[in-house]
């Protein structure tokens, strides 16, 4: 390894490559360039165990636009539940940083999901209910909202849920859409930045806020062509 590798790998890895904003590991994620193989820590607040499905769903999507040949597993851990009702941002940084073990190391890119126990304090320039991505590598679920939300006969299978909104959430630290790379075809939505313009694609606005439950199928939505062709021209397939 000769010492610009070195800098290359001191650069990417470790607590600092995963304080950037979201969408900047988009090529990582996406590619081997740089990193063969993915890692998930799936950290939960106790009672709040997302379901064996979401995770499937989740590998799945992953192993379907992401090139990571030496695979993708999942860890999943508990943590106390913290019973704050509601967590800002400031929040959930604190928790990431108490409770985050893995961070990219070698040849494998490390993502954090968090599940909280209750709901997201609202800012005003804020709209995001369900969950949010927060820095390049780094999402949260809000499992009160999710819980409340699911079940019932009207109201969407928690499962799917679940796995719509972090599918979703983790569609922004691939780079959708138009967050740190460029759009193959312009379809940003006007009036809600970084989503999608098409109601019908997994990237759509809505998905993460409560106008979900208006429309919501039983099963995950789908990225559309345009956001598929923006992850192929990053690196992804
Ligand atoms: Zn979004
Ligand atoms: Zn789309």
């Not at 994620?29 to 939960?44: C, I, P």
């Not at 064996?52 to 106390?80: C, H, N, R, S, W």
């Not at 704050?84 to 108490?98: F, H, N, P, R």
């Not at 849920?161 to 460029?182: F, Q, R, Y």
């Given at each position: 390894m000769d010492n610009s590798d070195e800098y290359k790998e001191a650069l990417y890895t470790?607590?600092?490559?995963?304080?950037?904003?979201?969408?900047?590991?988009a090529n990582f994620l996406l590619?081997?360039?740089?990193?063969?193989a993915m890692e998930l820590e799936l950290v939960y607040m106790e009672g709040f165990k997302p379901s064996d499905q979401m995770v499937e769903l989740m590998v799945a999507f992953l192993e379907k636009y992401t090139l990571k040949p030496d695979g993708i597993t999942v860890v999943l851990k508990e943590i106390p539940a913290m019973n704050l009702g509601e967590y800002t941002t400031e929040d959930i940084a604190k928790i990431e940083e108490d409770?985050?073990?893995?961070?990219?190391?070698g040849t494998t890119v490390s993502v954090f999901l968090l599940v909280v126990d209750g709901d997201y304090k609202k800012s005003e320039d804020s709209s995001f209910t369900?969950?949010?991505?927060?820095?390049?590598?780094s999402l949260v679920l809000f499992g009160n909202r999710i819980a409340e939300n699911?079940?019932?006969?009207?109201?969407?299978?928690k499962a799917i849920l679940e796995a719509t909104v972090a599918l979703h959430e983790m569609g922004h630290l691939m780079g959708l859409v138009n967050l740190d790379n460029d759009m193959v075809t312009p379809h940003e939505d006007e009036e809600h930045e970084?989503?999608?313009?098409?109601?019908?694609?997994?990237?759509?606005?809505?998905?993460?806020?409560?106008?979900?439950?208006n429309y919501m199928q039983q099963s995950v939505p789908t990225l559309d062509d345009n956001c598929e062709l923006d992850l192929r021209a990053n690196g992804g397939r």
């Amino acid at each position: 390894m000769d010492n610009s590798d070195e800098y290359k790998e001191a650069l990417y890895t470790g607590v600092s490559a995963a304080r950037w904003d979201v969408g900047k590991s988009a090529n990582f994620l996406l590619s081997s360039d740089q990193f063969t193989a993915m890692e998930l820590e799936l950290v939960y607040m106790e009672g709040f165990k997302p379901s064996d499905q979401m995770v499937e769903l989740m590998v799945a999507f992953l192993e379907k636009y992401t090139l990571k040949p030496d695979g993708i597993t999942v860890v999943l851990k508990e943590i106390p539940a913290m019973n704050l009702g509601e967590y800002t941002t400031e929040d959930i940084a604190k928790i990431e940083e108490d409770y985050r073990e893995r961070y990219n190391e070698g040849t494998t890119v490390s993502v954090f999901l968090l599940v909280v126990d209750g709901d997201y304090k609202k800012s005003e320039d804020s709209s995001f209910t369900i969950g949010a991505a927060y820095r390049n590598t780094s999402l949260v679920l809000f499992g009160n909202r999710i819980a409340e939300n699911s079940g019932g006969i009207i109201k969407p299978r928690k499962a799917i849920l679940e796995a719509t909104v972090a599918l979703h959430e983790m569609g922004h630290l691939m780079g959708l859409v138009n967050l740190d790379n460029d759009m193959v075809t312009p379809h940003e939505d006007e009036e809600h930045e970084s989503h999608c313009d098409n109601k019908d694609c997994l990237m759509y606005w809505a998905i993460e806020t409560n106008s979900i439950f208006n429309y919501m199928q039983q099963s995950v939505p789908t990225l559309d062509d345009n956001c598929e062709l923006d992850l192929r021209a990053n690196g992804g397939r």
